[in-house]
């Protein structure tokens, strides 16, 4: 599956972003999805997964409570809601997809990218 993210841009601390993620190629419903965040010298980071019918999502413990998975099957996207934004949220986020139904917490469990949108937070 082909992914188009977007969403990214420059916000001050405790604004709102939300990116989404456009799926196209192949029967979205079908796959997991998940965001992650690129960390400096390490393995992309998991942010939050959600499962190919939507009815479990997962979210790591730094932005439990800030941050919201969605998708929408009929429209092959999914979206994540960032609220409450902090600088250190600043970095590029990456939509991943993966052909099993639940989600991995490891970037290795998926099979298709997306290219990145950036997400800046000043304080």
């Known amino acids: 599956v082909q992914l188009q993210a977007s969403g990214g841009g420059l916000v001050q601390a405790g604004d709102s972003l939300r990116l989404s993620c456009a799926a196209s190629?192949?029967?979205?419903?079908?796959?997991?999805m998940g965001w992650f965040r690129q960390v400096p010298e390490k393995e992309r980071e998991f942010v939050a997964g959600?499962?190919?019918?939507?009815?479990?999502?997962y979210y790591a413990d730094s932005v439990k409570g800030r941050f919201t998975i969605s998708r929408d099957n009929a429209k092959n996207t999914v979206y994540l809601q960032m609220n409450s934004l902090k600088p250190e949220d600043t970095t590029v986020y990456y939509c991943a997809a993966t052909r099993f139904k639940v989600p991995s917490l490891s970037s290795r469990g998926y099979d298709d990218w997306g290219q990145g949108t950036q997400v800046t937070v000043s304080s």
């Open positions: 190629g192949r029967t979205f419903s079908n796959y997991a």
């Open positions: 959600i499962s190919w019918s939507g009815g479990g999502t």
